[in-house]
């Protein structure tokens, strides 16, 4: 079974490249340009790469030293995390992903009921748990860091943006002026500013402004900024699905005796996320990428504690080996997430 | 709050026997007071320059400017451990400090007039004579940028140091040839590969881009600069004592270089000395330390926890580190450099 799917597959690519003689000298021309611009590379991460050592003196020149990605591994990870209380984010992470993945699986009631108390409750254990406190040792914002922090600030603001954008497609549709007006204003305000002077007014200039001691912290200011402008985003993505749904699917539940919120809440919201899901998880994807600008107020989440590293005298010279290490961290999650919001286009019910 | 009356207590006490010297009381310090209740300090520095400021292996941070804020730390709450570090950018730091956030900044920033006189920020000191110079190969047998004439200098195109470094050539008549390249990078990657006779960037910037060729050993820095950068601490205006603190606790440690007090000796010295300075350096004798608020003990500690300015400069860019940065400018005022401090008197 599985030799004739090869054989098959083998075929197809045969008939792909191979086709007439002139397809087949392009097929190697692309071939052997592939093999030339990617051998030295393969040749300096894998093949003279030094795997194992303590420290930078053991590395052989001429190749990747990926001995420092192991010296730094859990500061990759955890930023400056106490290395005692690593378990913490450890068990939210595992938290999370058994509270989240049966979701995939369950139907109907079950699945929704689930979803709220996952909803409800993991946002405030990831704040206690990692942030200490009520009988756990507190840890400041200021020691998370690395692929933690990263994963912390795509989250907590996409719980921020998510629900504010769906609000603000919904006002932005609202037939009260009041509510559409003053969503306009919103979304057109975040959309247009860049995200940078977001997260430097929001680092800099709120302390400047409010009174001594009253402060909000350095990550919570960055998180709610990067939650506002993703906001706006996600508001138009919504719209789009809004949209696109004939006005027959409202007319059909005005005509059953359904009020303004049953009409949204039962028939138009549901059909129009399932549409945007896609152009969704493209926000999230950018929002994802976009955490790496907290770096400007020296947050220092997976790039910055990349980049802290490098100044590490000990390691001087690392500086492909952290990029390559962080940037293939950053790849494999959002290629993670597109193939998902792929799989969803394709396989759900979502046609109407 | 207790630790904040006992301490108060116990600089009150302190000032009772200090005589009619000295028997003025204390102007009253805001930071001081903060940084007792809040229990440590708190201190920006930068995100990561190689020597200065950088997170080592276990995640501690490290460096010369590190090094400082563990001394102030240790001379005001008696615990080299007890600091916080907020790392800063570029764009950052005036606003953190600014806006009370850290207690002062000790992080690669240079003195200048326009920054003390429009910032609202003093500097206290200089704890490195940064300045540009040039990289060379030693066999090239060139010492000082004089030397130069007739060699080649890879920069980055339009950086301040290309600007600076053909100005100072043209200056003095010297035909010296300027490649220019797009980044810093290409620049150091092409006098690396012996393109050009010389590199030019801060003293500090080259003791890291050094560490980074591919024979380090075989070249230079040279000592002597064509710019003048000097950099130190910086605190906000106001609160004059919590300044006078910044300043004689860095005064402190280049003291303790010039009197022979290490880390290792220092117990032996503020027992055994003879010296006068050294004793009232160490709290021996006198109430230095309770003249400003903290207890006499105050460089006794920062000295026992991080070492004099010297054991501090080897350890993190000097010698005992991978950068091997010559004292250069560095070095004390007695031993051919700029470092300097006024008497403890």
């Known amino acids: 079974m599985s030799a004739r799917v090869r054989s098959s597959s083998l075929a197809l690519w045969r008939a792909r490249l191979f086709s007439t003689p002139l397809d087949s000298a392009i097929s190697l021309l692309v071939l052997a340009g592939l093999i030339w611009a990617f051998a030295p590379l393969v040749r300096w991460a894998l093949i003279n790469a030094t795997w194992a050592g303590e420290s930078r003196a053991d590395c052989v020149p001429g190749g990747a030293c990926w001995v420092f990605i192991k010296a730094r591994f859990g500061q990759f990870m955890y930023g400056f995390y106490p290395a005692t209380e690593r378990w913490r984010p450890n068990l939210f992470l595992g ?4 509270g989240i993945v049966p979701l995939f699986w369950l139907e109907g009631r079950t699945r929704l009921r689930l979803g709220l108390v996952v ?16 009988g756990l040792r507190a840890v400041e914002t200021r020691d998370w860091g690395g692929l933690m922090l990263t994963l912390f600030i795509a989250v907590y603001a996409g719980l921020i943006s998510v629900p504010l954008g769906i609000l603000l497609a919904l006002g932005r549709q609202s037939r009260l002026p009041l509510v559409r007006t003053l969503s306009v204003v919103f979304i057109e305000f975040w959309r247009g500013v860049p995200i940078i002077a977001v997260i430097f007014l929001a ?52 005509a059953l005796g359904l009020g303004y919120w049953q009409t949204t809440g039962l028939i138009t919201l549901p059909q129009a996320l399932r549409i945007s899901l896609p152009a969704m ?12 600008l907290v770096l400007v107020v020296s947050i220092l989440d997976l790039l910055g504690i990349a980049q802290g590293s490098l100044a590490d005298p000990a390691w001087v010279g690392m500086n492909m080996e952290a990029y390559l290490f962080s940037g293939t961290i950053y790849w494999l999650i959002c290629f993670a997430l597109s193939r998902w919001s792929r799989s969803l286009e394709a396989g759900g019910p979502g046609s109407h | 709050m207790f630790n904040r009356i006992s301490t108060s207590a116990l600089a009150a006490f302190a000032m009772l026997g200090a005589g009619a010297a000295t028997a ?26 190689p020597g200065f400021s950088f997170p080592n292996d276990k995640g501690e941070w490290s460096g010369l400017d590190v090094d400082y804020c563990r001394a102030l730390a240790a001379a005001v709450l008696g615990d080299a451990s007890k600091v916080k570090f907020t790392p800063t950018t570029v764009q950052q730091r005036w606003p953190v400090l600014q806006s009370g956030q850290v207690d002062l900044l000790s992080r690669n920033t240079t003195i200048t007039f326009s920054r003390n006189a429009s910032l609202g920020v003093n500097f206290q000191g200089i704890n490195f004579y940064e300045g540009q110079t040039f990289i060379v190969r ?27 470094a053909a100005d100072w050539f043209r200056e003095r008549n010297l035909k010296v040839t300027i490649t220019n390249f797009q980044k810093n990078d290409d620049a150091i990657a092409a006098y690396d590969a012996g393109r050009c006779d010389a590199y030019t960037a801060g003293v500090g910037a080259l ?4 560490a980074k060729l591919k024979t380090p050993d075989e070249h230079i820095i040279m000592a002597e600069p064509i710019s003048n950068d000097p950099q130190g601490p910086v605190t906000r205006y106001g609160d004059e004592r919590w300044q006078a603190v910044v300043r004689w606790v860095l005064n402190g ?17 503020r027992a055994n000395s003879k010296n006068a300075e050294v004793r009232r350096l160490l709290g021996a004798e006198g109430n230095f330390g309770a003249m400003l608020g903290l207890s006499n003990d105050w460089m006794f500690n920062a000295i026992k926890a991080v070492g004099n300015y010297g054991e501090s400069f080897d350890r993190t860019v000097g010698s005992g580190s991978t950068l091997k940065l010559e004292r250069g400018q560095n070095a004390l005022w007695t031993k051919g450099g700029l470092l300097f401090t006024p008497p403890f008197q």
């Open chain 1, 95 to 98: 938290l999370a992903l058994a």
């Open chain 2, 138 to 164: 030693k066999a090239s047998k060139a010492t000082a940028a004089k030397d130069l004439d007739g060699a080649s200098v890879c920069v980055a195109a339009g950086s301040t140091e290309e600007k600076n």
């Open chain 1, 281 to 292: 998880t493209n926000e999230f994807i950018a929002l994802i990428k976009n955490t790496t």
């Open chain 1, 119 to 134: 909803l409800l409750t993991l946002p405030v254990l990831g704040v206690w748990l990692l942030g200490g406190g009520l």
């Open chain 2, 24 to 49: 003025q009381t204390l102007v009253p310090s805001p930071t001081l007071d903060a940084i007792r209740t809040r229990g440590s300090l708190e201190c920006g520095v930068h995100v990561g320059v």
């Open chain 1, 203 to 254: 680092s800099l200039l709120l302390p400047l402004i409010m009174p001594a001691g009253v402060g909000v912290d350095r990550l919570a200011r960055a998180v709610i900024g990067l939650g506002l402008v993703i906001a706006a985003y996600m508001a138009e993505a919504v719209r789009g699905g809004l949209q696109a749904l004939p006005k027959g699917q409202t007319e059909a539940a005005a």
């Open chain 2, 253 to 269: 440690m280049i003291a303790a270089e010039a009197l022979g007090v290490t880390s290792k000796n220092v117990d032996d010295m």
């Open chain 2, 207 to 210: 003791a890291g881009q050094r």
